[in-house]
């Protein structure tokens, strides 16, 4: 599976949208890119999934690059609740079900 | 539902004694997995289940056992605990009919050997 960067932390302020980048330029065609998040002690959970095409649903909106080698997880109102490790997964479908987590991002929303 | 429980919640080890980490899905999921947490870092996966009967290596085998019990349950076993086993224990399931896109994990089991 292609490797992922993130920045280690960012900040928004509460109603903002948050902009969260993810590097994935030796991704391959068969790869989707997956966001899940990690608030503190619970267990991650999943936001949102997207092979080509932007995708949105209630929690979130994920943009991908047209050559598919970075994305944008968008968290349109932010709220202090959104305080967590956001991670940016790249995974093909063969990869035997697996998800390899890297080092996230961790995004403080501020009042 | 209850979606993915864990059991226990928290347990304290001495070296070289032995427990069984429980996880339990009710979503009749056929992907299983096992992770775990060190501080600071992301999770690595140890062991998976991809159907009932069969289980693979993940990135961080070494020092585990597990069993796929049932459709419903995989549980996770320390032979021999080490100080380097002391991590948060996440258990996921997920539903191969669907792609296996979402993993649903449990709430964690925090591991301490001293």
């Known amino acids: 599976d292609a490797k992922t960067t993130q920045p280690p932390s960012m900040d928004c302020a509460e109603g903002r949208a948050a902009n969260l980048p993810c590097n994935h330029s030796?991704?391959?065609?068969?790869?989707?890119v997956y966001w899940y998040r990690q608030i503190h002690s619970q267990g991650p959970q999943y936001i949102i999934h997207g092979l080509k095409n932007n995708e949105t649903n209630e929690m979130a909106s994920l943009i991908i690059t047209e050559d598919r080698k970075s994305s944008t997880l968008i968290l349109p109102h932010a709220t202090l609740r959104d305080t967590a490790v956001y991670y940016c997964i790249v995974r093909s479908d063969n990869a035997g079900n697996m998800l390899t987590f890297g080092g996230g991002t961790r995004l403080m929303v501020k009042p | 539902n209850a979606g993915v429980t864990q059991t226990p919640k928290f347990q304290v080890l001495k070296t070289g004694q032995s427990m069984t980490l429980q996880c339990a899905q009710d979503?009749?999921?056929?992907?299983m997995y096992w992770y775990r947490q060190d501080p600071g870092m992301g999770l690595r996966l140890i062991y998976y289940?991809?159907?009932?009967?069969?289980?693979d290596k993940g990135e961080v085998p070494n020092g585990y056992n597990v069993s796929r019990l049932n459709k419903r349950e995989f549980s996770l076993r320390l032979e021999s605990a080490a100080p380097s086993q002391t991590s948060v224990y996440f258990c996921a399931s997920s539903d191969r009919d669907r792609g296996d896109y979402e993993q649903y994990f449990g709430p964690g089991t925090r591991l301490t050997v001293t």
């Open positions: 289940s991809a159907s009932e009967g069969t289980t």
């Open positions: 030796t991704i391959s065609g068969n790869e989707y």
């Open positions: 979503m009749n999921h056929n992907s």
